[in-house]
T-cell receptor, first 114, second 114 residues
Framework: DQQVKQNSPSLSVQEGRISILNCDYTNSMFDYFLWYKKYPAEGPTFLISISSIKDKNEDGRFTVFLNKSAKHLSLHIVPSQPGDSAVYFC?????????????FGTGTRLTIIP | DTGVSQDPRHKITKRGQNVTFRCDPI?????LYWYRQTLGQGPEFLTYFQNEAQLEKSRLLSDRFSAERPKGSFSTLEIQRTEQGDSAMYLC????????????FGQGTRLTVV
């Protein structure tokens, strides 16, 4: 039962262009959504989050959009830089769950082409 | 703040042997989580502690697995009678309860069972 889905295993984007990573979820009890970035041989690093009461959150080059009715969120990176090449995980949490554990998607490998 | 530290970074063991991993969370973080990541998958929740109390265990945590967090500081994850299916990256994460939604991850321990 994959509650958080990232249907694109990989994505290649030209340097300077926009990268758009997508994520879908099924559990309507999730009320916080996060993006983590992971380099090889390192642990995931928190990137940006969004509460379900918002539809957009922006932090520098990174913007996350949430469409609750569609149970869909996306991460936009603009402009894309070579250092953005990594695996990006979408994750979800439910504050009502009490445990604050994260449910992750399977990840999207982003490659920025110089 | 030295971040979440995990030891060892890599472990190769023969099937049937016992292994133990250690996690040192960020100091004062009262919640500590263990996740497991296999190839092509996102991290999957195994268990979590609030201070020294283990509050939840996933169905993934068979009876060969045991985790402890004595004194509410570092944590250990032991796997007894290892099987090839235990080969994975074991990730530790910590956070302050009810402070933000993102947890801070360590670099992980990669276990290979041969």
């Amino acid at each position: 039962d994959q509650q958080v889905k990232q249907n694109s295993p990989s994505l290649s984007v030209q340097e300077g262009r926009i990268s758009i990573l997508n994520c879908d979820y099924t559990n309507s009890m999730f009320d916080y959504f996060l993006w983590y970035k992971k380099y090889p041989a390192e642990g995931p690093t928190f990137l940006i989050s969004i509460s379900s009461i918002k539809d957009k959150n922006e932090d520098g080059r990174f913007t996350v959009f949430l469409n609750k009715s569609a149970k869909h969120l996306s991460l936009h990176i603009v402009p894309s830089q070579p250092g953005d090449s990594a695996v990006y995980f979408c994750a979800a949490s439910g504050t009502n769950f009490g445990n604050e554990k994260l449910t992750f998607g399977t990840g999207t490998r982003l490659t920025i082409i110089p | 703040d030295t971040g979440v530290s995990q030891d060892p970074r890599h472990k190769i063991t023969k099937r049937g042997q016992n292994v133990t991993f250690r996690c040192d969370p960020i100091s004062e973080h009262n919640r500590l989580y263990w996740y497991r990541q296999t190839l092509g998958q996102g991290p999957e929740f195994l268990t979590y502690f609030q201070n020294e109390a283990q509050l939840e265990k996933s169905r993934l945590l068979s009876d060969r697995f045991s985790a402890e967090r004595p004194k509410g500081s570092f944590s250990t994850l032991e796997i007894q009678r290892t099987e090839q299916g235990d080969s994975a990256m074991y990730l530790c994460a910590s956070k302050l309860m009810d402070r933000g939604v993102g947890a801070f991850f360590g670099q992980g321990t990669r276990l290979t069972v041969v």
